[in-house]
């Protein structure tokens, strides 16, 4: 029986569970699809996005290599991926010296992911956008403190000590969070009194959390603040520059640092790829992640917009990517055979939020019930949430 390729673009949270399912499922087939596993991807490791909040509170690194979680079995490329030649089912993508190559696939998934939405330079500040950026923030941030350690003004050492947030999703919150807390750690190792470290995280709405219901929402801001963080709604940030926040309507706030998080959209790779795209920049997919208009190529995660047949389309969160990644294996699996494939069904409405060092929240919604955990098992479900996202789970 003849040996079939099947690619995987990205080794995002989605990348790499569709190459662990894929491998598992057609392992377990005792031979009968002999199956070769390629995952490309520009990096050799795979980003832990969810914890970009973590290099700039701390010395952490959040990558992991593929070697550790693909020691075998599959194989590794490090590469961009140029374009798609469909009719001919080949991939062609430059290497790390810019060599263009091209590998035949029988199966291609495209799991290129999201990448964070930036402001436009001239509305300054820095974004949460990447691993350099997260160190870059954590070096302006640790400059700051220097500087007001020296400084004799008090409203420019409140100035320096004072980080604006732009933003209040997931990620804002878990920022401000963070911040809240190392931040003054930081303050108080540089011998300043870290009550002066200000935190604010300002929202363009009027509560946190519109995924959820408004107590959950009311219960975010209540830990936030708790923490230090000042949450300030209906706030939406324009720019920032040369230390002077500038707001809409035209308010200004002085601060020493600016971080811009402003959520997720499709990998922009998407449109080089030749993809049929909505206008959100999303691979369209049929109910069993088929790439319309192109055979044999499938999408899953955040650069696919998928929606089960009640209507309802997933989020653009590690915990809907795992089982979809689960599904699409088997998906795969039915196609080469010829028969029925399963279809997407949506994963419950969850959502588990950190909240700085041993503290989280997780709000599950179920049968038209919502259960929200919070505190040291809030934080343990989040941590856990991670590590199997990232397949590190024990």
Known sequence: MNTKTCVVIGAGY?????????????????????LRLVLIDRNQYHLRKVLLFRPVVADEDIRVPLTALFPDGVELVQGTVARIRSAERK?????????????????????AGSVVREPAPAQGGIALASL????????AWLANLERAKAETDPDERARLMR????????????????????????AERLGLDPRDVSVELYNAHWRLFLDGPAKVGQKLEHYLRELGVDVLHEKRVVKEIDGVLTLKGGDERRVGLCIWTLGLEPNPMLRALGLPLTAEGAAI?????????LPGVYAIGDCARIVALGGQADGMTCKEAIPQAARLAKVLLADLE????????SYMKTFCIGLGPDKGLTWVNKWGLDLVITGKLGWKIKTYTR????MLAK
């Not at 569970?17 to 087939?29: N, Y």
């Not at 350099?132 to 070096?139: E, F, G, K, L, W």
């Not at 997919?285 to 208009?293: E, G, N, Q, T």
């Open 14 to 34: 989605a990348g790499i569970h569709a190459v662990k399912e894929i491998r598992k499922l057609f392992g377990d087939q005792s031979g009968s699809h002999p």
């Open 91 to 111: 991939l062609a993508y430059r290497d790390a010296s810019g060599a263009e190559l091209e590998i035949d696939y029988d199966l291609l998934v495209v799991a």
């Open 132 to 139: 350099a950026h997260a160190r870059r923030i954590r070096n």
């Open 163 to 186: 980080v604006a947030i732009a933003g209040a999703g997931i990620s804002g919150m878990e920022t401000a969070a963070e911040l809240a807390h190392h931040g003054r750690k930081d």
């Open 285 to 293: 997919v049929d109910a069993s992640y088929r790439v319309k208009d």
């Open 338 to 345: 010829g028969r029925q494939a399963p279809v997407h069904e």
């Open 387 to 390: 590590e199997m996202a990232s």
